[in-house]
């Protein structure tokens, strides 16, 4: 590569979230007061907190009034059949969809407020990229508009645990659906957060891709992260230690995950 | 987090710059060109045709009067119109189109809202403000050619209210985004903006966009207060800037990928995909439970499927058709009165009744693949959907009618009403059947082989076509007006135009029905000639050795 990157280091799989600056500005405070009616108090330390989130499109509910807390370190499995509510739901923990009814906050700020955005990283089941940026300028973008100036060496080593380090001088519009998904795990992992939100993350990757995101969500966990990944990958299932179920927009279980019949409950 | 707000505030700066330099470094300069040449025909084609049909007749000094006393408010509509379009755009995450991926990436980061989209949002308001200024430049030139005095006052005056008038249109759509007004409170609002000009233009109440519409006629008396309205126009900017922090991003997500293929479409002129596009967009979707359940099973399945498909219209649809039947009744009733342009206005309501009329049809069209697969002729098959919406557009044409006969209270407008409600309706329908069925023209397929001036024309043709059909309709109004005017009971000629266009609908009803196996004899006819000529071309080379 003609390029200065610098090279993945020889483990190439060091944690990529680094802890957030508290210091809260003018601004956010105000972001995140203007949207702030919220009777019912989250539970004190809760990362995520839904209390009775509904969603409807049209005349069609998607999501059954749901209450669901996610507190900080916490590995959770989201499961469900087609349509269950797990994409609609975790659209709204990242602010992208707005709930019909109901409170959903994380970091104690309203979902979508500067608060939670600054908490959270979304990592879409779609990933969409800018035509004229590379993987390696997407990297920079998303790293630096999240306020992390050190991230070169951060990305170098995910590329690299995600076998994409030789293409991240590419464009990324232009790669497979595996390539894509890769390079979309990578810029949801470049960035500070404290919570984690993947929607099926698995779909699409190699035996390989698969391997190096399990490991990556493992030390992402050990390293002080709370992760919300909804799958239907049972491998995944097996390494949480908490599992939710959602069938037709309704909570359909909450619990550990030992012993439990994952395909029962997303039948 | 306020070290992060500035960081991430700067960053966006040099990378958003970094971007400017990489689309530049790759801009086709030629097609960039290439574009810019075809934009100013286009333009200057339009600007000659508006000035030779307005002409350079100096008005009599009634029209002057008339100028002065309705010019403002008439003008005004144009801004009340601009308010109304931008309050309803912005309900729906308008005016910005961001790209998918900055939405993603940017702003869903830790990042201001307001300093993320502020750099698009000011350039949309540049771009807003320059167009309205050269339309306006134009629309005053060409009153300077009527109305005389100085022809850089008038076009500086039309550039002033253009751009205010777009300004205005941004700056509501940006409000009404940072605020979330829901839609239909939008559409309230607008309606109420709408008639307040309209009841001004009628000379009951002022308004205050009638500002906007007197500042363009300043070269004919200046009036300070007009500033007003363009003082309104920039707060309304303003605090649509200031808003911006606010704009929803489920709706800015839905609207970023459907705006970029909306505009594809409408350079294809492939109308179906605009439609369902802006359908998509207005998210007026099809209700999940239909209003009313069909009983039994039935025998005519395809005529089911076609009430499956209108029992399950929006409650707007179903407004929107009202709305186009009552204006299209108006339209009508003034035209029969002497106010013939209107009947173009009439063709259009008709026409767009006439799309959302077939909708069935047109999703069988859509789904050409399953029509493929189904053991029935694909042409009998579409002429089957078109019963429901021929039900359908009569029924929108009854209200039209009953329109028009409340509007004249007349005996002699019961007979008219009867006898034109038919062809104007089904020539509506007619007209979306043939731009629905002959969907966006294929310009490697179309007129490959025609030379570019003819194949130009078949293309204008085949756009201005579906119109014409629908225009058709309203030719038995003409025809009742100038026996009235002549003097003569309206209903004989009315009615030999309206069995006319009945015919026209009944044609198109046929093309519906053999399109296909004509296409398909036309293609065997010339396959046949093809070969029959290498048949001849071989015999002759076998003769020579």
Redesign the interface.
């Known amino acids: 590569m003609s390029r200065t990157h610098p090279k993945p280091s020889a483990a190439a799989n060091r944690p990529t979230h680094p802890a957030?600056?508290?210091?809260?500005?003018?601004?956010?405070v105000k972001?995140a007061a203007?949207a702030a009616p919220a009777p019912p108090k989250a539970p004190s330390g809760a990362l995520l907190w839904s209390h009775g989130i509904t969603k409807t499109y049209?005349?069609?509910p998607a999501l059954a009034p749901l209450s669901i807390t996610v507190r900080p370190n916490e590995a959770v499995v989201l499961i469900g059949h087609n349509g269950s509510g797990k994409t609609t739901f975790l659209r709204m923990a990242?602010?992208?969809?707005?709930p019909s009814d109901g409170t959903i906050q994380l970091a104690g700020h309203d979902a979508?407020s500067?608060?939670a955005?600054?908490a959270v990283s979304?990592i879409?089941d779609n990933p969409?990229?800018?035509?004229?940026?590379s993987v390696w300028?997407?990297l920079?973008?998303?790293a630096?508009?999240?306020?992390r100036?050190d991230w070169e060496q951060d990305a170098a080593d995910l590329l690299g645990h995600l076998g994409i380090y030789e293409r991240a001088d590419d464009l990324p519009v232009t790669f497979s659906r595996g390539l894509r998904q890769k390079t979309a795990l990578a810029?949801g992992l470049v960035?500070p957060f404290d919570l984690l939100l993947i929607d099926e993350p698995f779909v699409g990757l190699d035996a390989a891709g698969k391997a190096a995101l399990l490991e990556l969500l493992d030390e992402v966990h050990a390293n002080g992260a709370a992760l919300l990944v909804a799958t239907h990958e049972l491998e995944f299932v097996q390494r949480v230690a908490r599992c939710i179920a959602l069938r037709d927009g309704e909570m359909a279980y909450d619990g550990g995950t030992t012993g439990i019949d994952v395909l029962g409950l997303v039948s | 987090?306020?070290?992060?707000?500035s960081?991430?505030a700067a960053?966006?700066r040099s990378?958003r710059g970094?971007?400017r330099r990489?689309?530049v470094r790759?801009l086709d300069w030629f097609e960039a060109a290439y574009r810019a040449y075809v934009t100013g025909i286009v333009a200057l084609v339009a600007i000659l045709v508006l000035s030779s049909w307005l002409g350079d007749k100096t008005p009599s000094p009634e029209g002057f009067a008339d100028l002065h006393e309705h010019g403002p408010a008439a003008i005004g509509l144009m801004a009340a119109v601009a308010l109304a379009i931008g309050l309803r755009s912005g309900s729906r995450g308008g005016p910005l189109a961001v790209?998918?991926?900055?939405?993603?990436?940017?702003l869903?980061?830790?990042?201001?809202?307001r300093t993320a989209l502020i750099g698009p949002a000011l350039r949309q308001v540049r771009f807003a403000a320059f167009l309205g200024a050269v339309v306006g430049a134009i629309g005053g030139i060409l009153a300077w050619r009527r109305l005389g005095d100085s022809g850089f006052a008038w076009a500086a005056s039309g550039a002033l209210a253009g751009a205010a008038i777009a300004l205005a249109l941004v700056g509501a759509a940006m409000v009404a985004s940072g605020l979330r007004i829901r839609p239909w409170l939008a559409s309230l609002l607008g309606a109420a903006v709408l008639a307040w000009a309209v009841a001004d233009v009628a000379g009951y109440v002022p308004a205050p966009t009638t500002t906007l519409g007197s500042l363009a006629l300043w070269p004919l008396r200046v009036h300070l207060v007009d500033l007003l309205g363009v003082l309104g126009t920039l707060a309304l900017v303003a605090a649509g800037i200031t808003l911006l922090?606010?704009v929803?991003?489920?709706a800015a997500?839905r609207r970023t990928g459907l705006v970029g293929q909306l505009r594809f479409a409408l350079t294809v002129q492939d109308l179906r995909t605009v439609i369902v596009l802006r359908r998509q967009l207005a998210?007026d979707?099809p209700?999940?439970?239909p209003w009313v359940r069909l009983p039994g099973r039935g025998r005519f399945v395809v005529w089911r499927r076609g009430w499956h498909g209108l029992l399950r219209f929006?409650a707007a649809r179903f407004l929107r058709l009202f709305v186009l039947a009552v204006a299209g009744g108006i339209c009508l009733s003034a035209a029969y009165h002497g106010t013939t342009p209107l009947i173009i206005v009439g063709a259009l309501l008709a026409y767009l009744a006439g799309l959302d009329a077939i909708e069935p049809l047109s999703q069988e069209i859509d789904q050409s693949d399953r029509a493929d697969a189904l053991p029935i002729d694909r042409g009998d098959l579409f002429l089957r959907h078109a019963a429901v919406p021929a039900v359908i557009a009569a029924l929108v044409g009854l209200v039209g009618a009953a329109t028009a006969i409340v509007i004249n209270r007349t005996t002699e407008s019961v007979e008219l009403a009867a006898v034109l409600f038919l062809p104007a309706a089904w020539c509506g329908a007619s007209g979306a059947i043939i731009s629905t069925a002959m969907s966006a023209p294929d310009p490697f397929k179309d007129g490959q082989l025609l030379p570019p001036e003819v194949a130009g024309m078949k293309l204008a043709f085949r756009t201005a076509w579906p119109l014409i059909v629908a225009l058709i309709g309203m030719l038995p109004v003409v025809a009742a007006h100038r026996a009235n005017v002549a003097g003569n009971p309206p209903l004989p000629p009315a009615i030999q135009a309206a069995v006319g266009a009945l015919l026209v609908a009944g044609l198109t009803a046929a093309w519906l029905r053999f399109r296909e196996p004509a296409r398909a004899w036309w293609k065997s006819f010339q396959e046949e000639g093809q070969q029959a000529a290498k048949d001849r071309q071989a015999a002759k080379q076998g003769s020579t050795r």
């Open positions: 957030k600056p508290a210091k809260k500005a003018a601004g956010a972001e203007k049209g005349d069609l990242a602010g992208l969809l707005e979508g500067l608060g955005r600054a979304y879409s969409t990229f800018y035509e004229d940026l300028e997407h920079e973008y998303v630096r508009l999240n306020g100036d810029l960035r | 987090m306020a070290d992060q707000l960081a991430g960053t966006l990378l970094q971007r990489n689309r790759n790209e998918p991926a900055e939405v993603r990436y940017t869903l980061a830790a990042v201001d809202r922090r606010g929803s991003l489920e997500e998210q979707t209700r999940n439970r929006p």
